[in-house]
C-alpha cells in the first residue's frame, strides 16, 4: 500500500521502514519548519559550556539540526535523553550516546527521570509545538528548565497530494492542523499516538488505526488492522 506520511525530520529513513512492512512511502510536506538561530545559538553556547546536567531533545528535528552542533564529549557528563528511536538515531549519527523514553512522548520525562531530576538543569531545545505543560512539569518535580524555541512550524497551505494512496500517516497534532485535506473516500487515516489521534478525533477526522508514536509502531498496528479487515 502507498502510504502518504507527513514529513518531518528523519523522514527519509521511513521509506525503508515502510518497505520493511510491505508498503511504500509518499512524503508529503503540509507545513516547513524554520530555524531561530539565535535560539539555537544560546543553546549550542550554554550546552557546549556545561552548563546542563541533561539535555532532553524532544523530536527527530532537533536531533538532526541540533546534535552536530554539540560537543559530544558532553554525553560522558551529561544526560543526554531522546524521545523515541529516530531522535535517538540522529544523536547517535552526531556522535552522542542519548539514551531513549520508554514511550516516545515528552510527557514521559519527568516520570523517567524520577527522583534523580531534583536540583537539576533541564535543557529542552524545542519547537514550538513541543509538549507545552513540559517545563511546569519539570519545575513541580524540582528540577530547573531551560527551554530554547530554536524551531517554528508554519503551513504551506496547499492540499495535501494523496494521489494513488490508500492511507495518511500524521505524525503530530499540529501537522494534522495544518494539512488542508483534499475530499477522500475509503482512505484509512492513521495517527502516530494518542495526542495525534485525540487532534484528528476534534478535527473531524477520527483515524481507524493508533500508533505507539513511532512510525514504525503505526505501520505495525497497520497491519494489524488490515489483518483484522481482511478476516
Known amino acids: 500500500m502507498l502510504i502518504a506520511i ?4 528523519g523522514a527519509v529513513e521511513d521509506e525503508a521502514i ?7 512511502a509518499k512524503l ?8 531561530h538561530s539565535d535560539e539555537i545559538e544560546k543553546f549550542v553556547t550554554a550546552a557546549n559550556n556545561h552548563e ?6 524532544p523530536s527527530a528535528l532537533a536531533a538532526e539540526k541540533l546534535g552536530a552542533l554539540v560537543d559530544p564529549r558532553l554525553a560522558t557528563k551529561v544526560r543526554m535523553i531522546a524521545n523515541g528511536p529516530q531522535t535517538a538515531k540522529d544523536l547517535h549519527n552526531a556522535g552522542l550516546a542519548a539514551e531513549m523514553l520508554p514511550f516516545y512522548y515528552s510527557r514521559d520525562l519527568v516520570p523517567y ?4 531530576i531534583r536540583g537539576r538543569k533541564i535543557a529542552i531545545p524545542r519547537a514550538d509545538y513541543t509538549y507545552p505543560q513540559l517545563a511546569s512539569d519539570i519545575e513541580r518535580a524540582g528540577g530547573v528548565p ?22 495518511v ?9 495544518m494539512s488542508p485535506l483534499p475530499k477522500v473516500k475509503d482512505m484509512i487515516m492513521i495517527a502516530i499516538g494518542d495526542v495525534t489521534a485525540s487532534a484528528m478525533m476534534y478535527g473531524g477526522c477520527p483515524p481507524s488505526v493508533v500508533g505507539d508514536g513511532s512510525v514504525e509502531g503505526s505501520l505495525i498496528a497497520l497491519n494489524s488492522y488490515l489483518w483484522t479487515e481482511r478476516f
Open 146 to 167: 531551560f527551554e530554547f524555541s530554536c524551531f517554528e512550524l508554519a503551513p504551506t497551505n496547499e492540499p495535501l497530494d494523496l494521489e494513488g494512496c490508500g492511507a
Open 28 to 35: 508529503v510536506a503540509p507545513a516547513r519548519y524554520h530555524e
Open 113 to 116: 527521570l524520577g527522583k534523580w
Open 169 to 177: 500517516l500524521f505524525t503530530s497534532p499540529e501537522v494534522f492542523e
Open 52 to 57: 546542563f546536567d541533561a539535555i532532553f531533545f
Open 18 to 24: 515502510c518497505e520493511k512492512y510491505n508498503h511504500k
Open 6 to 9: 507527513t514529513q518531518h525530520a
